[in-house]
């Protein structure tokens, strides 16, 4: 894990001495947590006390103010002059920037719909309709009967043509949608029991005149370059560079991979003369206690003679003041960490690359099937298909833990995990550590 001092002002600094002071009336449960179990239980912001450091650089007894779990999308850089270093700028970093790639190459955009008759917006055929969900079709045979079929999530269809036949449809309008094994299906728009959720390519043509200009004059965020070009890419950092916190950073590099990381962000409080930032990564493996009106009715929470212990409203509040209190005092330095790039390990490099790898192999890859039959258990499964079981990785990095878009065309939608077996079955061995713990 990374840590870092905090640099605070002399009024902040009196301040978290104040709230230090209250800190020592709270009373802390006997039971301990394993670290990631208590942030999936527990809401952050939360304030606890290290119990078992294990083999993590943190001191027992130590306090940490948790501040929350942070998602960023971190992106490998390099120097466009002689540098061994490998820098890694979250998409939280405020600065603009300058494209300096003659050539970008734009990524694909989409336009997304949740009605069927949207489809009659576009001229046909209309090729790159991607599916959102698994949507009910009719499978057309070149005998004009019908299979009723599920199409499935992300194929890519054509609109092929609108259909009204007495012989094939009933004499009612039907979209004509094709796949790439040339297969046809009835899509009937007038089924109302659920929407058609389709996203289809913005092509060239269809882009505001101004949008594939001379990109050498326009200023852009980090967020903003990776929708809007494929890596690697050359910019330039025109505003903020000089205030990025690392010894003779370049202001001219080349983006090269990306993945999301989470992280949680904790402030080590415990001696308010020295307080530290604290990344973790959410598979840190340590022990914690947190404070008793947290854990009051909870099923393994009881007092030594057996009986349940009561709520304490007064210690609830009292903890309730003296976290919102951190949150006001913190939570402006956490955001700025959070958006300052670093130098990364070989560690974090390699990891947030394979991950970036994996995701384009994902991307590329085509399935032999785009629809499953519905009601016929034995056409469902195609053993021709390629396995789609997330692919894993071996070891993330101390300071986060590494994830991959569903949809590198749209890098802020939702994220896929990336784990192995092993770590499983590694957070399950821990779980029952800590319910030992809690019971000891």
């Given at each position: 894990?990374?840590?870092?001092?905090?640099?605070?002002?002399?009024?902040?600094?009196?301040?978290?001495?104040?709230?230090?002071?209250?800190?020592?009336?709270?009373?802390?449960?006997?039971?301990?947590?394993?670290?990631?179990?208590?942030?999936?239980?527990?809401?952050?912001?939360?304030?606890?006390?290290?119990?078992?450091?294990?083999?993590?650089?943190?001191?027992?007894?130590?306090?940490?103010?948790?501040?929350?779990?942070?998602?960023?999308?971190?992106?490998?850089?390099?120097?466009?002059?002689?540098?061994?270093?490998?820098?890694?700028?979250?998409?939280?970093?405020?600065?603009?920037?300058?494209?300096?790639?003659?050539?970008?190459?734009?990524?694909?955009?989409?336009?997304?719909?949740?009605?069927?008759?949207?489809?009659?917006?576009?001229?046909?055929?209309?090729?790159?309709?991607?599916?959102?969900?698994?949507?009910?079709?009719?499978?057309?045979?070149?005998?004009?009967?019908?299979?009723?079929?599920?199409?499935?999530?992300?194929?890519?269809?054509t609109l092929k043509r609108?259909?009204?036949?007495?012989?094939?449809?009933?004499?009612?309008?039907?979209?004509?949608?094709?796949?790439?094994?040339?297969?046809?299906?009835?899509?009937?728009?007038?089924?109302?029991?659920?929407?058609?959720?389709?996203?289809?390519?913005?092509?060239?043509?269809?882009?505001?005149?101004?949008?594939?200009?001379?990109?050498?004059?326009?200023?852009?965020?980090?967020?903003?370059?990776?929708?809007?070009?494929?890596?690697?890419?050359?910019?330039?950092?025109?505003?903020l560079a000089d205030t990025?916190?690392?010894?003779?950073?370049?202001?001219?590099?080349?983006?090269?991979?990306?993945?999301?990381?989470?992280?949680?962000?904790?402030?080590?409080?415990?001696?308010?003369?020295?307080?530290?930032?604290?990344?973790?990564?959410?598979?840190?493996?340590?022990?914690?206690?947190?404070?008793?009106?947290?854990?009051?009715?909870?099923?393994?929470?009881?007092?030594?003679?057996?009986?349940?212990?009561?709520?304490?409203?007064?210690?609830?509040?009292?903890?309730?003041?003296?976290?919102?209190?951190?949150?006001?005092?913190?939570?402006?330095?956490?955001?700025?960490?959070?958006?300052?790039?670093?130098?990364?390990?070989?560690?974090?490099?390699?990891?947030?690359?394979?991950?970036?790898?994996?995701?384009?192999?994902?991307?590329?890859?085509?399935?032999?099937?785009?629809?499953?039959?519905?009601?016929?258990?034995?056409?469902?499964?195609?053993?021709?298909?390629?396995?789609?079981?997330?692919?894993?990785?071996?070891?993330?990095?101390?300071?986060?833990?590494?994830?991959?878009?569903?949809?590198?065309?749209?890098?802020?939608?939702?994220?896929?995990?990336?784990?192995?077996?092993?770590?499983?079955?590694?957070?399950?061995?821990?779980?029952?550590?800590?319910?030992?713990?809690?019971?000891?």
């Amino acid at each position: 894990m990374t840590s870092y001092p905090l640099e605070l002002t002399p009024v902040q600094k009196e301040s978290l001495e104040a709230v230090s002071k209250d800190i020592q009336q709270f009373d802390w449960e006997v039971g301990e947590y394993i670290f990631h179990d208590f942030i999936e239980y527990f809401q952050l912001p939360q304030i606890i006390r290290v119990s078992q450091p294990w083999d993590t650089n943190l001191t027992k007894n130590d306090i940490f103010y948790l501040q929350s779990m942070y998602d960023r999308h971190l992106i490998l850089s390099k120097s466009l002059i002689s540098d061994e270093r490998t820098f890694i700028l979250p998409d939280w970093f405020q600065g603009q920037c300058r494209v300096l790639s003659t050539n970008p190459i734009y990524k694909s955009r989409w336009w997304q719909f949740t009605n069927a008759m949207e489809l009659l917006r576009f001229e046909m055929p209309r090729e790159h309709i991607r599916l959102l969900r698994d949507t009910a079709a009719l499978l057309l045979l070149p005998t004009n009967e019908k299979i009723p079929v599920l199409l499935k999530e992300n194929t890519e269809v054509t609109l092929k043509r609108i259909e009204k036949s007495t012989t094939i449809t009933d004499g009612q309008e039907m979209f004509v949608l094709g796949d790439k094994n040339d297969q046809e299906f009835l899509l009937d728009p007038t089924v109302t029991n659920e929407s058609f959720h389709f996203a289809t390519k913005i092509l060239d043509d269809e882009f505001d005149k101004s949008y594939h200009k001379n990109t050498s004059e326009n200023l852009f965020t980090l967020p903003e370059i990776i929708i809007r070009y494929e890596l690697p890419l050359d910019i330039e950092i025109v505003t903020l560079a000089d205030t990025i916190p690392i010894e003779n950073f370049p202001k001219q590099i080349r983006l090269e991979k990306y993945s999301i990381a989470k992280s949680i962000i904790a402030v080590s409080i415990g001696d308010v003369d020295q307080p530290r930032i604290f990344e973790l990564s959410s598979l840190t493996q340590f022990s914690l206690q947190c404070v008793t009106c947290l854990t009051t009715g909870l099923p393994r929470d009881t007092s030594i003679d057996g009986e349940a212990r009561a709520f304490d409203e007064n210690a609830y509040r009292h903890y309730e003041t003296v976290r919102d209190r951190l949150v006001q005092l913190l939570e402006d330095p956490v955001i700025q960490y959070m958006r300052n790039p670093f130098v990364g390990t070989q560690e974090e490099v390699d990891c947030i690359a394979e991950v970036y790898d994996i995701g384009i192999q994902l991307k590329k890859e085509e399935k032999n099937q785009t629809y499953t039959v519905i009601g016929d258990p034995a056409e469902v499964t195609n053993d021709n298909e390629p396995n789609n079981t997330v692919p894993s990785i071996d070891k993330h990095p101390t300071r986060f833990t590494v994830h991959l878009p569903v949809d590198f065309n749209s890098p802020y939608s939702s994220i896929m995990e990336v784990s192995g077996e092993e770590e499983e079955e590694n957070r399950e061995a821990s779980a029952t550590t800590a319910t030992t713990a809690s019971e000891k």
